[in-house]
């Protein structure tokens, strides 16, 4: 077998599906007659990091409601702030919510957020990761929340996705004593749902 060939089974024996932000999940494939020299070895696959939550919460005494993503995509990461990945419709959700222009820089998403009442932070202080794949977190560290709640008006949070919405079930509902509410993620991995139809059930934070 040439060069080529042995590289294109390689290719061919993986699926790289890009699953939110350029998180990357490999598919085996479901074909026996590919040597084991055909495969690509596990060093070779997208592999764990640890990562931390490197940015501080958005929030005010005057906060009401308390929004949460799971923890920031490669995107955000860089842009060292929330729901960095343009295609996530998280700006315009709120924007078109509060009948305000999308904000554009760091500033301008913080003030609008502030002047809403609003407040957003991550359920996941620090996790193993594949990329920006929720569904690849493990040993997880949560956020202490009470610090919002003791420093806002916070009385009802929001999770934004079931994998929010799951691990604050599991790591901060019983700390802080508030039932959240799980809505349809923003990501742009959630494509059943158009910005208008999550416009319309977003509705409920306000």
């Known amino acids: 077998i040439g060069l080529y060939e042995e590289h294109k089974l390689k290719i061919n024996s993986y699926i790289l599906a890009v699953a939110k932000d350029g998180a990357a999940g490999v598919m085996t494939p479901k074909s026996k007659k590919l040597s084991p020299e055909n495969v690509i070895p596990d060093k070779e696959k997208p592999g764990y990091q640890h990562v931390e939550h490197t940015f501080e919460p958005v929030y005010d005494e005057n906060s009401e409601i308390l929004i949460l993503g799971t923890f920031p995509s ?112 923003t990501s742009p991995a959630n494509a059943a749902f158009s910005l208008e139809k999550l416009i319309e059930i977003w509705k409920c934070i306000l």
């Open 74 to 185: 490669v995107k955000s990461r860089e842009n060292n702030f929330y729901y960095g990945h343009p295609q996530n419709r998280f700006w315009k959700l709120i924007a078109g919510l509060t009948k305000e222009p999308v904000p554009e820089t760091i500033e301008e998403k913080k003030a609008l957020l502030l002047k809403h009442h609003i407040a957003i932070w991550d359920v996941v202080q620090s996790c193993d990761i594949i990329g920006s794949s929720d569904s690849s977190i493990k040993n997880v560290v949560p956020t202490d929340l009470n610090r919002i709640l003791e420093e806002s008006e916070v009385e009802r949070i929001f999770c934004n996705g079931k994998a929010s919405g799951n691990y604050y079930k599991k790591y901060q509902e019983s700390r802080t004593g508030i039932e959240a509410t799980v809505l349809p993620s």
